[in-house]
Protein backbone atom coordinates (compact mmCIF):
# COMPACT_ATOMS: atom_id res chain seq x y z
CA UNK A 1 0.00 0.00 0.00
CA UNK A 2 1.21 3.30 -0.75
CA UNK A 3 0.03 6.49 0.53
CA UNK A 4 -0.09 9.57 -0.60
CA UNK A 5 -0.68 13.15 1.21
CA UNK A 6 -1.68 15.87 -0.88
CA UNK A 7 -1.68 19.56 -0.17
CA UNK A 8 -5.53 19.94 -1.21
CA UNK A 9 -8.63 17.89 -2.42
CA UNK A 10 -7.93 19.22 -5.74
CA UNK A 11 -4.56 17.85 -5.71
CA UNK A 12 -6.06 14.42 -4.97
CA UNK A 13 -8.63 14.33 -8.27
CA UNK A 14 -5.71 15.94 -9.80
CA UNK A 15 -3.40 12.95 -9.32
CA UNK A 16 -6.29 10.04 -9.05
CA UNK A 17 -7.54 12.00 -12.98
CA UNK A 18 -4.14 11.07 -14.00
CA UNK A 19 -3.59 7.52 -13.28
CA UNK A 20 -7.21 7.02 -14.72
CA UNK A 21 -5.86 9.41 -17.63
CA UNK A 22 -2.58 7.31 -17.57
CA UNK A 23 -4.36 3.88 -18.27
CA UNK A 24 -6.95 4.78 -20.83
CA UNK A 25 -4.10 6.52 -23.07
CA UNK A 26 -1.88 3.43 -22.93
CA UNK A 27 -4.58 0.57 -23.17
CA UNK A 28 -6.63 -0.33 -26.26
CA UNK A 29 -9.60 -1.61 -24.25
CA UNK A 30 -8.95 -0.79 -20.33
CA UNK A 31 -11.71 -1.48 -18.19
CA UNK A 32 -12.21 1.53 -15.26
CA UNK A 33 -13.97 0.72 -11.82
CA UNK A 34 -16.17 3.55 -11.19
CA UNK A 35 -17.44 4.74 -7.57
CA UNK A 36 -20.06 7.00 -6.46
CA UNK A 37 -20.08 9.16 -3.67
CA UNK A 38 -18.88 12.59 -2.60
CA UNK A 39 -14.74 11.51 -2.69
CA UNK A 40 -14.54 10.53 -6.17
CA UNK A 41 -16.92 13.32 -8.18
CA UNK A 42 -13.64 16.43 -8.64
CA UNK A 43 -11.42 12.99 -10.35
CA UNK A 44 -14.72 12.28 -13.39
CA UNK A 45 -14.47 16.26 -13.48
CA UNK A 46 -11.45 16.46 -14.27
CA UNK A 47 -11.55 13.33 -16.56
CA UNK A 48 -14.35 15.15 -18.40
CA UNK A 49 -12.14 18.06 -18.67
CA UNK A 50 -9.34 16.41 -19.91
CA UNK A 51 -12.13 14.87 -22.35
CA UNK A 52 -13.36 17.89 -24.02
CA UNK A 53 -10.02 19.80 -23.67
CA UNK A 54 -7.17 17.19 -24.35
CA UNK A 55 -8.98 14.77 -26.39
CA UNK A 56 -8.83 11.65 -23.73
CA UNK A 57 -10.89 9.19 -25.25
CA UNK A 58 -13.09 6.82 -23.71
CA UNK A 59 -14.29 4.68 -26.56
CA UNK A 60 -12.68 1.97 -26.29
CA UNK A 61 -12.91 1.38 -22.43
CA UNK A 62 -15.19 -0.62 -20.43
CA UNK A 63 -16.30 0.16 -17.14
CA UNK A 64 -18.25 -1.56 -13.82
CA UNK A 65 -19.82 -0.02 -11.27
CA UNK A 66 -18.94 -1.22 -7.44
CA UNK A 67 -23.02 -1.52 -5.96
CA UNK A 68 -26.14 -0.47 -6.55
CA UNK A 69 -29.20 0.13 -4.11
CA UNK A 70 -32.29 -2.45 -4.39
CA UNK A 71 -35.50 -0.75 -4.54
CA UNK A 72 -34.88 2.14 -6.11
CA UNK A 73 -36.62 2.87 -9.74
CA UNK A 74 -34.13 2.54 -12.38
CA UNK A 75 -34.36 6.51 -13.06
CA UNK A 76 -34.43 7.61 -9.64
CA UNK A 77 -31.63 10.25 -9.14
CA UNK A 78 -29.93 8.63 -6.85
CA UNK A 79 -29.96 5.23 -8.50
CA UNK A 80 -25.95 4.67 -8.87
CA UNK A 81 -26.16 4.11 -12.49
CA UNK A 82 -27.80 7.07 -12.27
CA UNK A 83 -25.18 9.03 -10.59
CA UNK A 84 -22.67 7.48 -12.44
CA UNK A 85 -23.95 8.23 -15.71
CA UNK A 86 -24.79 12.17 -14.53
CA UNK A 87 -21.66 12.48 -13.22
CA UNK A 88 -19.37 10.91 -15.78
CA UNK A 89 -20.42 8.55 -18.62
CA UNK A 90 -22.84 10.93 -20.33
CA UNK A 91 -20.01 13.64 -20.32
CA UNK A 92 -17.31 11.46 -22.41
CA UNK A 93 -17.86 9.02 -25.24
CA UNK A 94 -17.64 5.70 -23.35
CA UNK A 95 -20.27 3.61 -25.13
CA UNK A 96 -23.38 3.22 -22.64
CA UNK A 97 -23.42 -0.53 -23.44
CA UNK A 98 -19.84 -0.73 -21.65
CA UNK A 99 -20.89 0.41 -18.97
CA UNK A 100 -22.07 -2.56 -16.86
CA UNK A 101 -23.88 -2.22 -12.92
CA UNK A 102 -26.00 -5.18 -11.45
CA UNK A 103 -29.22 -6.19 -11.91
CA UNK A 104 -31.01 -5.20 -9.02
CA UNK A 105 -34.88 -5.36 -11.10
CA UNK A 106 -34.87 -9.66 -10.89
CA UNK A 107 -36.58 -11.54 -8.82
CA UNK A 108 -33.43 -13.93 -8.45
CA UNK A 109 -31.02 -11.52 -6.94
CA UNK A 110 -28.55 -14.22 -5.73
CA UNK A 111 -28.31 -14.71 -9.53
CA UNK A 112 -28.17 -11.55 -10.75
CA UNK A 113 -25.08 -11.39 -8.12
CA UNK A 114 -23.24 -13.89 -9.80
CA UNK A 115 -23.71 -12.91 -12.93
CA UNK A 116 -22.22 -9.44 -12.19
CA UNK A 117 -19.22 -10.88 -10.64
CA UNK A 118 -18.66 -13.26 -13.32
CA UNK A 119 -18.96 -10.20 -15.57
CA UNK A 120 -16.62 -8.05 -13.32
CA UNK A 121 -14.00 -10.77 -13.37
CA UNK A 122 -14.28 -11.87 -17.11
CA UNK A 123 -13.84 -7.63 -18.11
CA UNK A 124 -11.24 -7.80 -15.75
CA UNK A 125 -10.82 -4.16 -13.59
CA UNK A 126 -7.58 -2.54 -14.14
CA UNK A 127 -7.89 0.20 -11.89
CA UNK A 128 -10.94 0.44 -9.55
CA UNK A 129 -11.23 3.97 -7.85
CA UNK A 130 -12.80 3.79 -3.98
CA UNK A 131 -14.23 5.78 -1.37
CA UNK A 132 -14.32 5.02 2.31
CA UNK A 133 -16.96 5.44 4.65
CA UNK A 134 -17.18 6.88 8.35
CA UNK A 135 -17.54 3.42 9.44
CA UNK A 136 -14.39 1.69 7.35
CA UNK A 137 -16.66 0.21 4.64
CA UNK A 138 -15.35 0.06 0.87
CA UNK A 139 -18.43 -0.06 -1.82
CA UNK A 140 -21.62 -1.46 0.55
CA UNK A 141 -19.20 -4.21 2.40
CA UNK A 142 -20.17 -2.85 5.89
CA UNK A 143 -18.21 -4.33 9.29
CA UNK A 144 -18.17 -7.67 9.71
CA UNK A 145 -18.17 -8.47 5.75
CA UNK A 146 -15.92 -11.07 5.09
CA UNK A 147 -12.49 -10.17 3.38
CA UNK A 148 -12.74 -12.71 0.72
CA UNK A 149 -16.56 -11.74 -0.29
CA UNK A 150 -17.52 -12.01 -3.59
CA UNK A 151 -20.75 -9.94 -5.20
CA UNK A 152 -23.68 -10.22 -3.20
CA UNK A 153 -26.97 -8.47 -1.40
CA UNK A 154 -26.19 -6.73 1.56
CA UNK A 155 -27.96 -4.90 4.31
CA UNK A 156 -27.21 -1.08 5.07
CA UNK A 157 -26.37 -0.31 8.99
CA UNK A 158 -28.05 2.91 9.86
CA UNK A 159 -25.05 4.93 10.39
CA UNK A 160 -24.21 4.19 6.66
CA UNK A 161 -28.23 4.86 5.81
CA UNK A 162 -27.60 8.39 8.27
CA UNK A 163 -24.35 8.87 5.84
CA UNK A 164 -26.41 8.73 2.94
CA UNK A 165 -29.62 10.10 3.89
CA UNK A 166 -27.75 14.01 2.18
CA UNK A 167 -28.33 12.80 -1.33
CA UNK A 168 -32.50 11.67 -0.28
CA UNK A 169 -35.15 13.76 1.25
CA UNK A 170 -34.52 11.80 4.81
CA UNK A 171 -32.89 8.50 6.42
CA UNK A 172 -36.13 6.85 5.54
CA UNK A 173 -35.54 7.41 2.07
CA UNK A 174 -32.34 5.22 1.70
CA UNK A 175 -32.94 2.00 0.56
CA UNK A 176 -31.97 -1.02 3.69
CA UNK A 177 -30.41 -3.20 1.27
CA UNK A 178 -27.63 -3.06 -1.80
CA UNK A 179 -26.21 -5.18 -4.30
CA UNK A 180 -22.31 -4.70 -4.12
CA UNK A 181 -19.25 -5.93 -5.33
CA UNK A 182 -17.15 -7.99 -2.21
CA UNK A 183 -13.98 -7.16 -0.81
CA UNK A 184 -12.48 -10.30 -2.95
CA UNK A 185 -13.96 -9.13 -6.38
CA UNK A 186 -12.85 -5.47 -5.56
CA UNK A 187 -9.10 -7.02 -4.88
CA UNK A 188 -9.02 -8.91 -8.21
CA UNK A 189 -9.01 -5.19 -9.83
CA UNK A 190 -5.38 -4.51 -10.68
CA UNK A 191 -4.81 -1.50 -9.17
CA UNK A 192 -6.94 0.41 -6.07
CA UNK A 193 -6.99 4.17 -5.99
CA UNK A 194 -8.80 4.69 -2.69
CA UNK A 195 -9.82 8.59 -2.95
CA UNK A 196 -10.22 9.83 1.03
CA UNK A 197 -9.96 14.30 1.36
CA UNK A 198 -11.73 16.36 4.84
CA UNK A 199 -11.58 15.72 8.58
CA UNK A 200 -13.95 13.42 8.46
CA UNK A 201 -12.18 10.49 6.65
CA UNK A 202 -9.14 10.85 9.04
CA UNK A 203 -9.86 8.30 11.74
CA UNK A 204 -11.47 5.51 8.81
CA UNK A 205 -7.98 6.60 6.85
CA UNK A 206 -5.94 5.78 9.88
CA UNK A 207 -7.56 2.66 11.12
CA UNK A 208 -7.50 1.36 6.99
CA UNK A 209 -3.78 2.07 6.50
CA UNK A 210 -2.05 1.44 10.30
CA UNK A 211 -4.76 -0.31 11.99
CA UNK A 212 -5.01 -4.40 11.91
CA UNK A 213 -6.75 -6.08 8.99
CA UNK A 214 -10.15 -7.36 9.92
CA UNK A 215 -13.66 -7.45 9.31
CA UNK A 216 -14.14 -4.64 11.59
CA UNK A 217 -12.56 -2.12 8.86
CA UNK A 218 -13.32 -3.90 5.78
CA UNK A 219 -11.28 -1.43 3.85
CA UNK A 220 -7.95 -2.55 5.54
CA UNK A 221 -8.12 -5.18 3.14
CA UNK A 222 -6.31 -3.17 0.75
CA UNK A 223 -3.10 -3.65 3.01
CA UNK A 224 -2.99 -6.99 1.19
CA UNK A 225 -3.32 -5.82 -2.50
CA UNK A 226 -0.48 -5.91 -4.82
CA UNK A 227 -0.86 -2.21 -6.18
CA UNK A 228 -3.21 -0.21 -3.60
CA UNK A 229 -2.27 3.53 -3.69
CA UNK A 230 -4.37 5.95 -1.41
CA UNK A 231 -4.65 9.45 -2.40
CA UNK A 232 -5.71 11.40 0.79
CA UNK A 233 -5.53 15.59 1.51
CA UNK A 234 -3.59 17.07 4.71
CA UNK A 235 -7.00 16.66 6.92
CA UNK A 236 -7.84 13.03 5.92
CA UNK A 237 -4.49 12.77 7.17
CA UNK A 238 -4.02 13.81 10.22
CA UNK A 239 -4.71 10.48 12.07
CA UNK A 240 -1.64 8.77 10.18
CA UNK A 241 1.34 8.23 12.87
CA UNK A 242 3.82 7.82 9.89
CA UNK A 243 2.52 10.38 8.23
CA UNK A 244 6.33 12.03 7.93
CA UNK A 245 7.11 8.57 6.33
CA UNK A 246 4.46 8.39 3.91
CA UNK A 247 5.72 12.09 3.17
CA UNK A 248 9.38 11.08 2.72
CA UNK A 249 8.64 8.21 0.63
CA UNK A 250 6.79 9.98 -1.96
CA UNK A 251 8.95 12.54 -2.52
CA UNK A 252 12.00 10.21 -3.06
CA UNK A 253 9.97 8.22 -5.17
CA UNK A 254 11.84 6.38 -7.90
CA UNK A 255 11.25 8.38 -11.23
CA UNK A 256 10.49 5.13 -13.12
CA UNK A 257 7.93 4.14 -10.59
CA UNK A 258 4.49 5.55 -11.40
CA UNK A 259 1.92 5.55 -8.74
Keep these: MEVVILPSADRVADVA ?30 LI ?58 DDLACACDRYDRTVTGLGVDVQLLGI ?15 TSRTR ?3 LTTRTRQDNARF ?12 TQGLGTICDAGHLVMIATGSTKADPIAAM ?22 LVDEAAAVGLRLADYYREAHRHKPGWQPL
Design 17 to 46: ADIVARLVAGRSRPTIGLATGSSPLATYAR
Design 49 to 106: ERYQREKLSFAGAAAVTLDEYVGLPEDHPEAYRAVIRREFVDHVDLPLDALHSPDVHT
Design 133 to 147: GSDGHVGFNEPGSSL
Design 153 to 155: VKT
Design 168 to 179: FGTVDDVPRHVV
Design 209 to 230: VEGPVAAACPASVLQFHRHATV
